[in-house]
């Protein structure tokens, strides 16, 4: 059967996640229920990973399978049709051999976008900021900086998801100036995230620029492999899924 291979675009704020659920809008679901429609069979779709109820995506990257009399259906067309302006189809196309959008991943990158004007928040990045002020953001580089490589993230994963370990690989964390002069916006890049890491990482960085930890404890908290030791998580409208890479397309850019 022929794979169709999906880049979805999606603003997460009314949606329980990426994952179908018991109850409740997910993306999985509303694509399966769009391509249900147009296939006239389930068609089970399949992402790069979950994302929370709550976080955006500017390129989720999914797949399906169909019978080869549906492969020639213009795939962005139809489903941009059918599906809510909170969801776009940014690119539509028959997959590689041996793709599948979870288990090709090589590395995935996330950005979350913080918002430090104290006097207001602009009601159009509501949705998509957390607004935060009196940061000091040169302690903030201190302790992203010592996150970065190859460490044991469980203080930073929260309960829900089984995995096999909890070890993964985090290139350093980037801060750039976001859309607005009040937006900062934080990179992180890794080639496995755990349950709401990005969003506890965030949450240990931001303490550290309030104040309410030191740079010195940060490393302390890494190395205790206990997420009660570490501060909140971020809220979830910060977050945005910004690309995912795979292993077969860094095999041709070589």
Not at 44 to 49: A, K, L
Not at 99 to 107: E, G, M, N, Q, T
Not at 231 to 242: I, M, V
């Amino acid at each position: 059967m022929p794979r169709i291979r999906l880049t979805v675009a999606y603003v997460g704020t009314r949606y329980q996640g990426w994952q179908v659920q018991g109850q409740g809008l997910t993306i999985q679901g509303m694509l399966e229920d769009k391509l249900a429609r147009i296939c006239g069979e389930l068609v089970r779709v399949h992402g790069s990973g979950r994302t929370d109820s709550g976080v955006h995506a500017l390129a989720q990257v999914a797949h399906f399978d169909v019978p080869e009399s549906k492969a020639h259906i213009p795939w962005q067309k139809a489903l941009n049709a059918m599906l809510p302006d909170d969801i776009a189809i940014l690119d539509a196309r028959e997959a590689e051999p041996g793709f599948h959008a979870r288990f090709s991943v090589r590395s995935k990158r996330y950005a979350y976008t913080l918002w430090t004007e104290p006097g207001y928040t602009l009601p159009q990045r509501a949705p998509f900021v957390w607004s935060v002020r009196g940061l000091d953001f040169e302690a903030m580089d201190r302790a992203a900086a010592m996150l970065a490589g190859t460490h044991d993230f469980a203080a930073f994963q929260n309960a829900g998801t089984e995995i096999k370990g909890t070890v993964r690989t985090l290139e350093p964390v980037l801060r750039a100036p976001g859309q607005h002069p009040a937006e900062w916006v934080f990179r992180f890049q890794a080639d496995g995230f755990l349950k709401q890491m990005v969003r506890n990482l965030m949450g240990l960085l931001v303490e550290v620029g309030r104040g309410g930890l030191r740079v010195d404890e940060v490393q302390a908290i890494l190395e205790g492999l206990d997420r009660c030791k570490a501060p909140a998580t971020a809220p979830a409208q910060g977050l945005a899924l910004e690309e995912v890479f795979y292993q077969e397309e860094a095999l041709n850019a070589s």
